[in-house]
């Protein structure tokens, strides 16, 4: 029986559909730096300056200062403010910065700020990451002060982890876990795992990459499911997302790989060391996937890097695609972006996946290991969709896609049949 569960297959589909949700970051610019409201004579800069002590009492793990911002009379806010920087504490924070993108007059001296929270945990991240934050305030006293009312993230942002819990951190040799509700015996086992996927990984993608990976663990699926923004019932089963931004020419903020603590624990050792190498994968080929890559090529190359180390068969890794093949249902053409949606039944998705897979192994087997990786650049440095697999296949694989998808039914009933 094979190793790998709907599971995990499911978890890919979410991928994509969470590619993306971390936003693209600036440089570190000061809160203080926004033009006057001409309604409200209140400035960006005066919001600013309390954010800005804000950002230093978290850098300084200063609760009184932190606290000293807040409106004395939001009892409530004050003390889920406390906890929240208490569960901030062991997270290795590089910057912390808050920038304000506009000020609304609310009337009766408060105000609602939107602002863009931007910090980078040490060591990990290149550029800083991006949280949009909606901030009220509220200006009380002869001196005119304002403090800070609520913070709450804006609309379709997804929550930070340390909203949620205490943060636990495990550091790895290649690896950062942090944790929300979850045993130190368990991150530290994730990290270990985690640590032999970089190097996996490294062995089989050339380019220049971090090295290293953050993954998140929170307490449940519905605690992922926040920290994606999405409905937890498109996480129930899955055992690890990637998020990310394509593209980026490796200037951005790095990946999370975040995972779904009950689906992922019930994988035995094998299921858990693929899905961490196959989201590392993500993780280290992002700058050179694009929105000219279709899914077949992102996944299966993840996949393909997961398994070429690995000792099971073609039928144990592709059971779904092995029946359909010995049954006489031999896919006709490789599979659409659409195979890898919501709406595709569990067999057919599983079939995707693995035709997916075997399509990267051809090209590895055929026309060689190099060859699959110039394969996958030249896909990704195409500046449109239409055309990109065709031209790759042309100038690296010197065949065509009718040659290809060919070939590869052939090879589907060689591995498979």
Not at 18 to 29: I, K
Not at 77 to 100: C, H, I, M
Not at 260 to 271: E, I, T
Not at 404 to 409: E, G, H, K, V
Request: charged share 25%.
């Amino acid at each position: 029986m094979a190793v790998r569960t709907q599971d995990a297959r499911r978890e890919r589909t979410r991928r994509r559909s969470t590619v993306g949700a971390v936003l693209t970051a600036l440089l570190l610019a000061p809160a203080c730096a926004g033009p006057r409201d001409p309604a409200t004579g209140i400035t960006a800069r005066e919001v600013g300056a309390a954010l800005d002590r804000r950002a230093e009492a978290v850098m300084e793990h200063d609760t009184d200062a932190y606290l000293a911002v807040l409106d004395p009379r939001a009892t409530s806010f004050r003390a889920a403010q406390r906890t929240e920087l208490g569960n901030l504490a062991d997270v290795p924070l590089e910057s912390w910065a808050y920038k304000v993108r506009g000020v609304t007059d609310e009337g009766a001296d408060r105000v609602r700020a939107e602002v863009e929270l931007r910090y980078r945990i040490k060591g990990y991240d290149m550029a800083p990451m991006s949280s949009s934050r909606t901030v009220e305030l509220v200006r009380r006293g002869e001196g005119g002060r304002w403090y800070i009312t609520a913070d709450r993230a804006a609309d379709g942002t997804p929550a930070q982890l340390w909203q949620q819990g205490d943060v636990e951190v495990v550091r790895g040799t290649h690896s950062l876990v942090l944790g929300v509700g979850r045993r130190p015996a368990e991150l530290r086992r994730i990290a270990a795992t985690a640590d032999r996927a970089v190097p996996a990984v490294t062995g089989t993608w050339p380019e220049p990459w971090a090295e290293r990976v953050v993954v998140l663990v929170p307490e449940s699926v519905e605690d992922m499911a926040g920290l994606l923004d999405s409905p937890a019932a498109s996480y129930r089963g899955i055992a690890a997302v990637t998020t990310g931004k394509v593209g980026g020419g490796g200037r951005e903020p790095a990946d999370r790989v975040i995972v779904n603590p009950q689906a992922y624990g019930m994988l035995g050792d094998f299921g858990q060391r693929v899905v961490l190498t196959h989201e590392t994968t993500h993780v280290a080929t992002r700058a050179h996937t694009a929105a000219a890559t279709p899914v077949w090529l992102s996944e299966g190359f993840a996949d393909w890097t997961a398994y070429r180390r690995e000792s099971r068969t073609a039928p144990e890794i592709a059971p779904e695609l092995a029946e359909a093949v010995r049954g006489g249902d031999l896919p006709a053409l490789l599979p659409t972006d659409e195979d890898f949606g919501f709406g595709e039944d569990a067999a057919k998705l599983s079939q995707a996946y693995e035709g997916a897979w075997l399509a990267c192994e051809l090209i590895a087997r055929e026309w060689g290991e190099e060859e699959l990786i110039a394969f996958y650049k030249a896909v990704g440095s195409s500046s449109e969709r239409d055309g990109a697999v065709e031209q790759a296949m042309h100038t690296v694989l010197s065949t065509t896609s009718r040659d290809f998808t060919a070939r590869w039914r052939e090879y589907l009933r060689a591995r498979l049949g």
